[in-house]
């Protein structure tokens, strides 16, 4: 199947997909991470009584407001994409996707239609506290109707708690507690939302350190930066660990996706970690500078323990206890061949052989030995199943170093606004404010981590991109791609513009 | 407080439950206009997610993104069919 198809149709579809996330993604985690630092501000004004909290709480809800605005429902084009581009992944997923994206339409949509507008319309309507738990809810609705998109997400990069039909196509669920507390789910929810925080927190730093270098709104700016600084400092080393948690998931599931992200070709005991060095998709890194066994020591907490590479997935590793894929292709072919065979004998009316085949989607061994491998089917060379190697490997340093040093950025911010000398190192707020763009960039490529590195699947081990896309023309998606990239540009121009006429603005008096 | 007459002609005076909620009603209906009345920046920002509403369920959904399987079949049956056949040639 895999040869009959347009491989430009894929591509655009795929490069169609990652514009419309990557840009949504751009809105969502300043929703994510500035929603709960809302929060801590205004309690800090319930608690204290001080009205210069309430003026921060609302200069910064006004920004939060500007951003939700412009990024609500950039997702729902996601959705789009799913029947018009992804017609065969659609209905292969089948009601896995519906539920948890059906509890996100719900959440997000009693979010935005009461709480929201009790937090913006309420301040002199509503009682303090009210008020404070409408901004709270906002905070957890939020990130809770975030849980429900990754849930989806994990699952594609971790099936679980599901059963396929052979009648139907699709993939029916069996356990929706295995669905929404996979590992990869519990990892990948608690990873993103946090990297929400920390890019929420050098946010607000960024615009403080602004107001700092144009001598205005001193006790705002300190303020402002003091709880940024706290809450980015404790998120940011949670996002270190829950990285950390990540990616020994990665490990286990995904094999693949972990040797791309070390450009590890060849497993090894006592691996090295590449601090540095120049990957090649078929070759071993050159100019490696590496940790000796570290990564094994942060992998399974062994120094002596054995990373799989690429080349053990590729050509097995009997020791390792590594499938080779040459057999996972011939199980998934043998898998495609069973469906195929239950479609003809249902055609036919061959009852006995319908019966027959018909129970071994039953049989949990041969689900655990042939369908589990029903995507490998669809490929024919093994080669197929390595990712973009240095892409996935650059830009998962891109995210670790990026999260490394906002964990500094926010020990210095810290420590210069206790020590009360925000104002005297005028290089420092230059960083600050320069720093804005750089956990977007991180999130982008923890982005490009997730989704690059476990290509060539739509659904791990179930279903390849190539076999999820529509027959459409590419050509009608090359046109929609280009739409896409001017309406999403002119609403981030709009947004940067709407912000930055706010910010200019300041905080207004109460 | 409101009279409330029965059927054996018992007449109590009792909260009336009809105008309590159209009361509700109102106050949230009211709470709403207020705010949108009260708003500065928040009035560019509605045009901004009118239009972009617009484009997305009108122009894109209806014109760019029909639903492949919903438009080209007219059963689940046949949908199913489809995607069988799809993922075994």
Known sequence: ?510 | MFPVCYFNNVCTFERNKFFMNSHILYRVFKFYVDGFRSMTVGKTLWMIIGIKLFIMFVVLKLFFFPDFLKSNFDNDSERSEYVIEQLTK
């Open chain 1, 1 to 510: 199947m895999i040869e009959n198809i347009d491989l430009s149709l894929v591509d655009w579809s795929r490069a169609q997909f990652a514009l419309t996330a990557a840009y949504h993604w751009i809105f969502v985690p300043l929703t994510l991470g500035l929603s709960f630092m809302l929060a801590f501000m205004e309690t800090i004004y319930v608690k204290t009584g001080n009205p210069e909290w309430k003026r921060i709480t609302k200069f910064w809800m006004t920004l939060f407001g500007i951003n939700f605005a412009i990024g609500v429902a950039t997702g729902i084009i996601l959705e789009f994409e799913f029947g018009a581009n992804w017609s065969n992944y659609s209905w292969f997923v089948g009601d896995i996707f519906g539920a948890p994206l059906a509890i996100e339409g719900i959440f997000a949509f009693f979010m935005e239609s009461t709480f929201i507008a009790m937090m913006f319309f309420g301040w002199n309507k509503l009682s303090r506290k009210t008020h404070l738990i409408s901004t709270w809810l906002v905070a957890f609705g939020a990130n809770l109707s975030a849980l429900w998109i990754l849930v989806a997400n994990a699952w594609m990069q971790y099936p679980a708690g599901m059963h396929f039909n052979p009648d139907t196509a699709r993939n029916e669920m069996t356990n929706f507690w295995d669905v929404l507390f996979s590992p990869m789910a519990i990892h990948k929810f608690l990873h993103t939302i946090t990297s929400g925080f920390v890019l929420a927190a050098i946010f607000v730093i960024g615009v403080s350190a602004w107001f700092l270098l144009k001598k205005r709104e001193q006790v705002f700016s300190r303020r402002s930066m003091s709880v940024a600084a706290v809450f980015g400092l404790l998120t940011s080393i949670f996002l270190v660990v829950t990285g950390d948690f990540s990616s020994r998931t990665i490990a286990r599931y995904q094999p693949m996706k972990f040797a791309a992200t070390e450009a590890l070709h060849t497993g090894t005991s006592n691996a090295g970690w590449t601090v540095f060095g120049i990957p090649s998709q078929t070759e071993e890194t050159s100019m490696k500078i590496e940790i000796p066994g570290l990564l094994s020591f942060m992998t399974y907490y062994d120094r002596d323990a054995y990373v799989t590479g690429i080349n053990d997935i590729l050509e097995g590793n009997a020791a390792q206890g590594v499938m080779s894929a040459a057999e996972k292709i011939k199980r998934g072919k043998e898998a495609r061949q069973v469906l195929k065979d239950y479609k003809d004998a249902k055609k036919n009316n061959d009852e006995p052989a319908e019966k027959r085949l018909r129970a071994k989607f039953d049989d949990p061994v041969f689900q655990e030995e042939y369908f589990k491998y029903f995507g490998y089917g669809f490929l024919n060379n093994p080669q197929s199943l390595v990712p973009n190697v240095p892409l996935t490997f650059w830009s998962f340093r891109v995210m670790v170093g990026l999260g490394f040093y906002f964990v500094v950025l926010f020990v210095v911010v810290l420590w210069l606004v206790f020590k009360d000398r925000l104002g005297k190192r005028r290089w420092l707020l230059w960083l600050m404010l320069l720093s804005i763009p750089l956990p977007y960039l991180a999130g982008q490529a923890g982005w490009v981590v997730a989704e690059v590195g476990r290509q060539p699947w739509a659904i791990q081990d179930y279903l390849p991109t190539a076999a999820a896309v529509s027959q459409i023309d590419a050509g009608a998606v090359q046109i929609t791609f280009w739409l896409f990239a001017a309406i999403f540009t002119t609403l981030l121009i709009a947004e940067i513009s709407i912000m930055l006429r706010q910010i200019k603005q300041g905080p207004k008096e109460i």
